[in-house]
């Protein structure tokens, strides 16, 4: 038994070894630094450089939400969401940081003309109070660009139908309330 214990630590010893001088290569023997740019082939992205987010992985994830209660203030698909909850939640899983606030969002990225949006960009609303001016929803446009009507995902409080679902501008309440598209990707 003793001699398994002595191979085992013996072999740990070695892994450990080699894996210390794979990254550390300077710290190895001159006759084994020839040997060691072979793995040096595996490309290793520095942490600050963040992977890009593709907007059909981020239209996909939120589709993936659909039929998941509305609950006021809510950002988990376990307890509900609100509209601005669910936006944070959506972009948080792509580590694109987002206000839990609809009047917020207005402000995150860069507008864009509503001809323009494409899939991933947030569409905002006024709030539902007649002559509101002021930012109150807001969705995830799942349209192509140029494709009429402008379709988006949101979590919605409406009595009928709550929830994450799919609505759309044109033809709809949410035409006349229509504030901004923005470009957060």
Not at 2 to 7: G, H, M, N, Q, V
Not at 61 to 87: E, H, K, M, R
Not at 98 to 105: A, Y
Request: net charge positive.
């Amino acid at each position: 038994m003793r001699f398994i214990w002595l191979l085992f630590g013996t072999l740990l010893a070695a892994v450990f070894a080699l894996g210390w001088h794979y990254q550390h290569p300077a710290a190895a023997p001159t006759s084994q630094r020839a040997a060691l740019p072979i793995l040096a082939v595996v490309e290793r992205r520095p942490a600050s450089v963040p992977r890009p987010v593709r907007a059909d992985s981020v239209v996909r994830f939120a589709l993936a939400q659909l039929g998941t209660n509305y609950c006021y203030a809510g950002s988990s698909p376990s307890t509900g969401f609100d509209c601005s909850g669910f936006v944070r939640f959506v972009f948080s899983r792509f580590a694109v940081d987002m206000p839990h606030s609809t009047s917020l969002l207005i402000g995150v990225g860069r507008p864009v003309p509503r001809a323009q949006a494409r899939p991933g960009d947030i569409v905002v609303f006024t709030g539902t109070a007649p002559g509101s001016t002021t930012p109150g929803h807001a969705g995830i446009v799942i349209s192509d660009l140029g494709e009429t009507p402008l379709r988006f995902v949101h979590s919605s409080s409406a009595r009928r139908e709550s929830g994450v679902k799919v609505s759309q501008v044109e033809g709809s309440g949410y035409e006349q309330r229509f504030m901004q598209v923005r470009r957060v990707l």
